[in-house]
Structures are given as structure tokens and as C-alpha cells.
């Protein structure tokens, strides 16, 4: 099983960033995927998720700012981060949710730097 995260970097405050996240050897349906982050010192939280059937969900910091998509090939999932802000900045992960409870898979992480 392997996720690959891909896009990540240094931004300016107020451009733009894409990250995308490949998903392979799932051998069980994913059911929904999402990304995650953790910036020093903090705990990790949600970003957005998106399932099978297209619903999103997003933490409030940054609807509005940050589009989650599934990508053209299968089992993967984009994260395009518009007018991101220096708090944006931490460890990007993604997250490949099972059908089956409790089996879920993570990617190693890229980090992401908001700044001038």
C-alpha cells in the first residue's frame, strides 16, 4: 500500500499551491479520502475530505480559500490552496479511508511553508 503526496513547498501569502496524493495497492474499496495537517507543536487536524460520491467537508480555516477534488485516475485526490496564510503552514498528509472500519492508510506527509 502506498500513498504518494506530491506539490508541496514554499508559497507567498496570498498565492497559490496544488498538492495531489496517489493512492495504490488498496486492495479494499476507499470510501473517502481527505487531507490532513499538523503544524509544530499542534495536533493534527482535517483540512478537507472528500468521499466517493463527491461530498466535501472542509475545517472552517479554510473554506473559501481551499478546493478538494479527486483527480482524473483513480484513488487520487488534489488540494488546491488559494490565498494560503503564513498559519497555513505545516505538514500536509493524505488519508485513504477504507470500507472497512478502522483500515485506513496514510501517506508520509509534505510539508508546506506560507511564507515571504
Known amino acids: 500500500v502506498q500513498l504518494v503526496e506530491s506539490g508541496g513547498g514554499l508559497v507567498q501569502p496570498g498565492g497559490s499551491l496544488r498538492l495531489s496524493c496517489a493512492a495504490s495497492g488498496i486492495i479494499f474499496s476507499i470510501r473517502a479520502m481527505g487531507w490532513y495537517r499538523q503544524a509544530p507543536g499542534k495536533q493534527r487536524e482535517l483540512v478537507a475530505t472528500?468521499?466517493?460520491?463527491?461530498?466535501?467537508n472542509y475545517a472552517d480555516s479554510v473554506k473559501g480559500r481551499f478546493t478538494i477534488s479527486r483527480g482524473n485516475a483513480k484513488n487520487t485526490v488534489d488540494l488546491q490552496m488559494n490565498d494560503p496564510k503564513p498559519e497555513d503552514t505545516a505538514v500536509y498528509s493524505c488519508?485513504?479511508?477504507?470500507?472497512?472500519?478502522?483500515?485506513?492508510?496514510w501517506g508520509q506527509g509534505t510539508q508546506v511553508t506560507v511564507s515571504s
Open positions: 472528500i468521499t466517493s460520491g463527491g461530498i466535501r
Open positions: 488519508k485513504a479511508e477504507t470500507v472497512v472500519a478502522g483500515v485506513d492508510y
